[in-house]
């Protein structure tokens, strides 16, 4: 079972829908609202889970087959390294720093973009 923090609407699923057409939110927000809170049930993520899970081989494959031929042009990879910085330099600006992975938050701070 999951509830809405805001009206305390419950679904055994999830509302995620709810959030955003009865509250007319994104998501994102409501986490930023409720830290530490899901929009999903316990029982629905590990639904969701095993699904993924199983799903695995094939999305990999494909995923592998199309970004190998994008890692080749090293063009490419370089912007998408640039665009990824950019991406997560914006979002500690946005989020504090907190919520940035380990090693992306180790590589701004070499590049001296933040203070650790
Ligand atoms: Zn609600």
Redesign the pocket.
């Given at each position: 079972m999951v509830s809405?923090k805001?009206?305390?609407?419950e679904t055994d699923k999830t509302?995620q829908q709810?959030?955003k057409f009865?509250?007319n939110i994104p998501v994102s927000e409501y986490y930023d609202k409720y830290p530490g809170s899901s929009v999903y049930s316990d029982e629905y993520s590990e639904y969701l889970r095993k699904r993924i899970n199983e799903r695995d081989p094939s999305y990999k494959k494909k995923l592998s087959e199309s970004t190998k031929r994008l890692y080749q042009n090293k063009e490419w990879v370089e912007k998408h390294n640039r665009a990824l910085k950019e991406k997560a330099l914006s979002y500690i600006i946005r989020k504090g720093q907190k919520k940035i992975a380990g090693h992306i938050k180790k590589e701004l701070w070499i590049a001296g973009k933040i203070k650790i």
């Open positions: 809405c805001i009206c305390g609407y509302i709810h959030i009865k509250h």
